[in-house]
């Protein structure tokens, strides 16, 4: 039936074609191409900092990698290769932890706000720091390290000895003062602070001990008090009133986070607050980095007696003893590396070049194995003295070994700020130059190791070598110094030259290096006659 209405005609809807059309409107309602009608465009989710699990994140993207890290070290730092890779893989972990905090912070998702239950305060997947302990004998590179790793990512700093430490309540430093201390370096930036390196320098001395009366203060103690800074934690540090201007840098100059402190440009401190009193910054400890350091004096003995209890018996191998000066005790001999070997903790590669052990041809263990630091276990440590609670927050361990003859040399002439360079650039700000034979520096360092204070040496004997020559050059006519041999075994005093005598200077200098030369060439002649006249005996 149709019905007119003036000028027009109204027919009912046909059933079918009216299916179609409610279909048709709400294929269009939810359709991904249709903009108008959808509730969501996805072009809203276009400019958002979403990214999947896929996705690298810039800190990949970046030159910093922890062989770039080592790289930088092995320019400051002699030997000492497998320390200086767990600190620069610990630090670099440290700033892609710190990066990768950055992004999900920057992340934002629009929708998670409308989930039912959604609680903001809930927290997301968090990556754990992984705490350094590094063992060894003094000077050896350990602080040296880790200032320098931190001086190339350029990041707060600070180096706090734990002689002083004592627990709270007591007379002497509180184990919050190394959080103060770097809050300090940072200039009082809270943000930079929390992402930067507390070197706990000197921690065996604060191991336990059993005394007859009284508590352990400054042992087990101070211990205990480290505990949640290292693990993690809120404290409250308070701006000493007496604090310099922003030049301040703590005990290693270092300055803070890149991302949002500018060494250049710090921000201006106000640590004074109206009272007069010192402001008071809350500061978290879950991301500063903790590098422990210590020689453990009397561990490796611990260490070799743990091993001698799964050694005895008439098949048990029998360490040879120890050597006549004893300044090297944390050294293995060729044999009981090879009986200690199959205990390693750590996979080290085969090396096949000359080391400075003096072999040569493949080389089954590298230097490494010969430390007996590095066979070191948590039973070891608390054994020492250390807590557990404490040795299980410090999950990585390595150990440095003590410098011979042949790397103390090394030190003295290879890293970019060596002793000698320094030496150097003092007498020619005075135009004069400074010279060592190859000769003077071996007697330099046998005297350094002599000392049993490792590279610390080095700088007492090159003082007391140059200390005429310091007081007498400057103002003088004196063009050239020439350490000869001599020199360094203080038979003489180091050759003059003045301007007129070059000539003079280089014939001097050449024939030391060739009589230098001719006597290392009769050492190895000496030394390969021997080899073969063992190996003739041994083949019968």
């Known amino acids: ?56 994140t810039s800190a990949a ?43 999900q912070s920057e992340e934002s998702h629009p929708v998670e706000d409308e989930w039912p239950g959604h609680n903001e305060a809930l927290p997301k997947s968090q990556i754990e720091k992984s705490n350094v302990l590094m063992l060894g004998p003094t000077g050896t590179g350990k602080t040296l390290m880790t200032k320098t790793v931190a001086r190339c990512l350029n990041v707060p700093y600070s180096v706090s000895d734990c002689t002083p430490f004592t627990q709270s309540g007591y007379i002497g430093e509180d184990a919050e003062t190394c959080v103060a201390r770097l809050l300090a370096a940072a200039n009082y930036d809270v943000s930079a602070a929390e992402w930067g390196i507390i070197v706990l320098d000197e921690i065996d001395k604060i191991a336990g001990v059993k005394v007859a009366h009284g508590k352990d203060i400054g042992g087990e103690g101070v ?12 404290l409250q540090i308070q701006a000493k009133p007496e604090r310099s201007n922003s030049n301040t840098r703590g005990s290693a100059g270092m300055s803070s986070n890149s991302s949002s402190w500018d060494r250049n440009n710090p921000p201006a401190p106000n640590p004074m607050s109206p009272s007069g009193k010192g402001e ?3 500061i978290r400890t879950d991301n500063i980095l903790f590098i422990c350091t210590g020689a453990f004096v009397g561990l490796d003995k611990l260490i070799l007696s743990r091993k001698a209890k799964g050694g005895m018996g008439f098949g048990a191998q029998v360490r040879s003893s120890a050597g ?35 072999h040569t041809g493949t080389n089954n263990y590298r230097e490494e194995h010969y430390n007996i630091l590095n066979y070191i276990e948590p039973a070891d440590l608390q054994k020492y003295g250390m807590i557990p609670e404490l040795v299980g927050r410090i999950p990585k361990t390595c150990a440095v070994s003590a410098l011979n003859e042949e790397a103390l040399v090394r030190v003295l002439t290879e890293p970019e700020n060596s002793l000698i360079e320094q030496e150097k650039r003092l007498f020619l700000a005075d135009g004069i130059q400074l010279h060592f034979t190859s000769a003077s520096l071996r007697e330099i360092a046998a005297k350094a190791l002599k000392m049993g204070t490792g590279a610390r040496g080095l700088k007492a004997v090159v003082e007391r070598l140059l200390l005429s020559c310091k007081f007498e050059t400057p103002g003088s006519s004196v063009k050239y110094i020439l350490v000869t041999r001599e020199a360094a075994q203080l038979k003489r005093a180091p050759l003059l030259f003045d301007k007129g005598q ?36 041994a083949g019968g």
């Not at 309602?29 to 809203?44: E, G, I, K, M, W």
């Not at 060729?334 to 052990?357: C, G, H, L, Q």
Request: hydrophobic share 30%; aromatic share 10%; proline share 5%.
């Open 1 to 56: 039936m149709t019905l007119r209405t003036g000028l027009l005609a109204i027919s009912p809807p046909h059933p079918r074609a009216a299916r179609i059309a409610l279909a048709t409107n709400a294929r269009r309602a939810f359709s991904p191409t249709s903009h108008s009608n959808s509730r969501y465009n996805p072009s809203d989710f276009t400019t958002q900092g979403y990214s999947t699990q896929a996705k690298a």
């Open 61 to 103: 993207n970046s030159h910093i990698t922890p062989r770039n890290l080592k790289d930088f070290l092995d320019r400051y730092v002699v030997g000492q290769d497998y320390a200086k890779t767990v600190i620069a893989t610990a630090v670099y972990s440290q700033y892609l932890r710190q990066r990768l905090q950055q992004e």
């Open 223 to 234: 211990q205990q008090s480290l505990l949640k800074i290292i693990e993690g934690t809120t």
């Open 280 to 282: 008071v910054f809350n």
């Open 324 to 358: 006549d000066t004893g300044k090297h005790e944390t050294i293995l001999s060729d044999a009981d590396v090879a009986s200690f070997s199959k205990d390693m903790p750590i996979y080290i590669p085969v090396e096949t070049e000359p080391t400075n052990r003096g």
């Open 502 to 537: 070059s000539q003079a200077f280089e014939t001097t200098y050449k024939h030391e290096e060739d009589e230098w030369l001719e006597e290392l060439q009769e050492k190895d002649s000496v030394e390969s006659f021997s080899q073969w006249r063992a190996a003739s005996a």
